[in-house]
């Protein structure tokens, strides 16, 4: 049978763009279908956006810290919109860059939505079909609302870069990593930050003590976080009118409508909000940041034969392969490990498995990770709790205010911890809680990675004075368990 194309990319973000650049420079005939815009979540409304707000955020304490270094510096007051502007400037760069790299690897785009009709045929918004040999689903995933009452006044996390102002008061519901980052960036630029999170604790999944001290230090900063509460009801404060809830299409594939509320058509103004605590108060801007759902909605991959999880994730093998053998899946719309590199490596996979005959599983397993909170987590591995149940360990840890904050008069303090194994002596797991936690946990899984056990660490000299040089220099368990 012959098909118009080797294979058909559905979805342009990192992990789809990645897998049809290099299956065509094996030779095949690629195409890739994006109804939004080309770079997906990552590059366009996630991590990169994000990180340059993460950096924004930072000069305030920044130029606080200055002084008591003798500078003569004062912070005047942040501009939203000089921000904004060089930040949209500097996505629509990125994305051109993405346009030009597919480009350049001869794959054609196309700048529609794509829905599977058959194993080996994909409709286009714009009439067309095309057929492929190999089918590639990297639709990623989507933020949701919850099932409340008004939920649309809200915002969500794609929502946030195109704020025509900033808020005065915001209150961010939820207690994952985007919650939490999103609300030490807003308090760094001057936002009033409430955080409601229904669970005893933020940062659900990771190391209790890390999460913990990474908790403490929000609220010292001045986020005003409050545990074990959640949303009874919202409404619109003032009498303003709620938004239509599919207002405009955001993009995205498989996104509902009524997730793709563009601000610019749909604002909803002050939002009066009641807590489980009791507590009422209008705020400015509320944010939704209450999970992530993989986007398969009207993808036509039911109708075709791929399973679809209980979660809306598509259901694949080690191999990124689906029930049907012409249709593979990877990134965030599988919903295995919810992170860009693991998309892009999934698709290097998946074309070392279709397009070079070495079929090649997706390691899983010891990822490193970061949380862009203030002070940053950087974590490897099995958190204390997980670890305790599994065998015998040896806690290694020690928090310590650092160097360069310590001498402003700040409180700050980081962590730095070591989960290791009694019998064996491998590092079970690295928990970093400091500034640059990430650019350390990065160094710090390669060796845990290799299975570097805590006499390797131990060997290693000091690099003083840094804050990691603790990770090899801790002699004594702090306690087992």
Not at 163 to 192: H, Q, R
Not at 251 to 267: C, F, I, W, Y
Not at 347 to 366: C, I, Q, R, S, Y
Not at 428 to 449: F, N, R, S, Y
Request: aromatic fraction near 6%.
């Amino acid at each position: 049978m012959s098909f118009d194309y080797d294979l058909f990319v559905i979805g342009g973000g990192s992990g789809g763009v990645r897998a049809a650049r290099v299956a065509a420079a094996e030779g095949a005939k690629v195409a890739i279908a994006e109804d939004s815009r080309m770079g997906g979540t990552c590059v366009i409304r996630g991590c990169v956006p994000k990180k340059l707000m993460v950096f924004a955020s930072e000069y305030r304490e920044t130029f606080k810290t200055a002084q008591s270094y003798g500078w003569d510096v004062t912070a005047g007051a942040f501009d939203w919109q000089k921000f904004q502007t060089h930040l949209h400037a500097e996505l629509a760069r990125l994305e051109q860059v993405y346009r030009n790299l597919l480009n350049s690897s001869d794959v054609e785009i196309f700048d529609a939505r794509a829905q599977l009709k058959d194993a080996h045929t994909v409709t286009l918004s714009n009439g067309e079909e095309k057929t492929s040999k190999h089918i590639l689903v990297a639709t990623g995933g989507r933020p949701v609302r919850p099932d409340l009452t008004n939920a649309h006044l809200g915002i969500v996390s794609d929502d946030i870069f195109d704020l025509e102002e900033l808020p005065k008061k915001m209150l961010i519901i939820g207690g994952g990593y985007i919650a939490c980052e999103f609300a030490c960036i807003m308090n760094g630029l001057g936002v009033e930050v409430t955080q409601y999170y229904r669970g005893a604790q933020i940062l659900r999944g990771f190391d209790d003590e890390a999460r913990g001290l990474v908790a403490e230090m929000m609220k010292e900063s001045g986020v005003n976080l409050h545990l074990g509460t959640n949303i009874v009801d919202l409404a619109p404060a003032e009498g303003d009118h709620a938004p239509d809830p599919a207002g405009g299409a955001r993009g995205g594939m498989g996104m509902p409508a009524n997730e793709r509320t563009v601000l610019s058509d749909a604002k909803s103004g002050p939002v009066w909000v009641k807590a489980t605590n009791g507590d009422e108060a209008v705020y400015d801007a509320v944010l939704f940041a209450t999970g992530r759902a993989p986007n398969t909605e009207n993808l036509g991959l039911e109708a075709v034969g791929v399973e679809v999880g209980r979660r809306g994730e598509v259901i694949v093998d080690a191999y990124s392969q689906t029930g049907v053998p012409s249709v593979f899946a990877i990134g965030d719309v599988t919903n295995r490990v919810q992170l860009t590199p693991v998309a892009i490596r999934e698709g290097m996979a998946f074309v070392e498995t279709v397009f070079k005959g070495n079929p090649t599983a997706v390691d899983h397993e010891l990822i490193p990770s970061a949380i862009f909170t203030q002070p940053e987590m950087g974590t490897i591995g099995l958190s204390e709790e997980e670890a305790r149940d599994q065998e015998p360990i040896e806690i290694y840890c020690t928090s310590f205010k650092p160097m360069q904050t310590a001498f402003a008069g700040c409180s700050d303090r980081v962590l730095m911890k070591l989960i290791v194994s009694k019998a064996t002596r491998v590092v079970l797991g690295c928990h970093i809680v400091a500034p640059g936690a990430g650019e350390m946990i990065q160094l710090a899984g390669v060796a845990i990675k290799m299975g570097a056990t805590k006499e390797d660490f131990d060997r290693v000299c000091a690099v003083h004075p840094t804050m990691s040089e603790e990770l090899v220099t801790m002699k004594s368990p702090v306690r087992t368990a």
